[in-house]
């Protein structure tokens, strides 16, 4: 089997650990390096990605296509007029109405499974036809069914977490409990840390100290950003503001995950 | 040719003695061996892991709880099938790097829980998991 793209699953033990806002960065930052991305909101609980983007109307929601209403192109939105240069960037929003939200929580076994076939289906529509690099899969926290759904069909499963106590056990659950069974490639993301970002040793301490806690690889650490807060989910850093450390801290990890195989 | 000796010491041909269609007949032995054998493969795994009780399932999505609650070496192979799509037990084992007849095993084990349908295809027997239509 011939892997062209690769899918990643962005996925965290709690909410708040800043899933989203890693997703569409990385995805832009990808952009940015001439990569064909597309980023697909699978929070079917808590869809942000449409708020966030001010998209308010698409032809199809990722709703409809994972229902098997319609066919994947006409859920993508092409947003690389909004890129400066380089790849094209595409998302698939979930559908945030109550009424969608509610649907999407009384799904059964069954319709979960399809779902999961309609998920693992996109390698061959989006990733070999199409010749997209990324899918990056924005989820919902937790043991979710979209979320593992996600997991499954993912080639590498990104981590957001943070020193919270009870994300750190969740977490080291989840890393045994799942991605573990499902034999995923795992990393980590430290979201919210509280280091100086110019400190070489306190960054070396929370590298060693994340290695001792999860036993699995560190992608990047993310310190706490107060201009990240202040912007309220209105600045894509990656892109409107690249001379920024968490627009380095990105460049690092999809530099990264470009040269994993 | 194949040929033997009748009781009175003269050679016939395989031909003769198997009527007009020999190759039909063998290829019919050959198979209902395969499929023996395939059974004789579930019942040793089955055995092995000391699930002698295991009836089969008409109905059991494989979604993805379903995979979680698996032992680990029916998930590896279950896992497999879900991304090929369809697939051999001969494909299976290329990507799993475990023996043909060990997925063989694993994967007849799992169409008797009911989680993948077989579908022969001549001398090939495929595997996958059967969605039906969304509704």
Redesign the interface.
């Known amino acids: ?1 011939i892997m062209l793209g690769k899918i990643i699953a962005v996925h965290s033990y709690k909410g708040g650990t800043g899933k989203t806002l890693l997703s569409l960065n990385l995805a832009a930052t990808f952009v940015k390096h001439g990569k064909n991305v597309c980023l697909f909101d699978l929070d079917f609980r808590a869809p942000s990605l449409s708020t966030v983007l001010k998209i308010e109307k698409v032809e199809c929601w990722l709703n409809d296509y994972l ?3 319609c066919e994947i192109d006409k859920v993508l939105t092409d947003l690389s007029d909004r890129i400066q240069k380089g790849g094209k960037l595409f998302v698939g929003l979930a559908n945030p109405t109550t009424e969608a939200i509610r649907d999407m929580s009384a799904k059964d ?2 319709w ?3 779902a ?2 309609r998920l ?1 289906a996109l390698r061959n529509s989006l990733l070999n036809d199409k010749g997209l690099d990324y899918l990056i899969f924005d989820t919902s926290p937790g043991l979710q ?1 979209s979320s ?2 996600a ?2 069909s993912a080639d590498l499963v990104i981590v957001a977490t943070t020193f919270d106590r009870s994300d750190v056990d969740g977490t080291k659950r989840m890393l045994h409990e ?1 991605y573990e ?3 995923k490639k795992t990393e980590i993301v430290l979201n919210k840390v509280m280091y100086d970002v110019y400190s070489r040793s306190g960054k070396e301490d929370i590298q060693g100290k994340i290695k001792d806690i999860y036993q699995v690889p560190l992608l990047g650490t993310i310190p706490c950003f107060c201009d990240i807060s202040r912007a309220e989910g209105n600045i894509i850093f990656a892109q409107e503001k690249p001379e920024h450390p968490f627009a380095k801290i990105l460049e690092d990890m999809a530099n990264k995950i470009d040269k994993m195989t | 040719m194949y040929t033997c000796k009748t009781l009175w010491g003269s050679i016939v041909t395989a031909q003769e003695v198997l009527g007009k269609k020999p190759l039909n007949i063998l290829e019919k032995i050959r198979e209902n061996l395969e499929k023996l054998n395939e059974k004789m493969e579930v019942m040793i795994e089955l055995q092995k892991h000391g699930r002698k009780d295991i009836q089969p399932l008409p109905e059991a ?8 609650s698996m032992p ?1 070496h029916l ?2 192979t279950a ?1 497999t099938v ?4 369809r697939a051999t037990a001969d494909e299976l084992a290329q ?1 799993t790097h475990r023996a043909r007849a060990v997925e063989s095993a694993y994967l007849n084990q799992l169409v008797i829980m009911g989680h993948l349908k077989k579908e022969r295809k001549g001398r090939k027997a495929y595997f996958y ?1 059967d ?2 239509t ?1 509704g």
């Open positions: 089997m229902n098997g209403t076994r069954k979960e499974m399809r999961l076939g693992l069914y593992i759904n997991i499954v799942l069974l499902f034999e | 999505p494989l979604d993805v709880m379903t995979l979680l680990d998930r590896k896992m879900c991304r090929l799509g990507q998991v969605r039906g969304q």
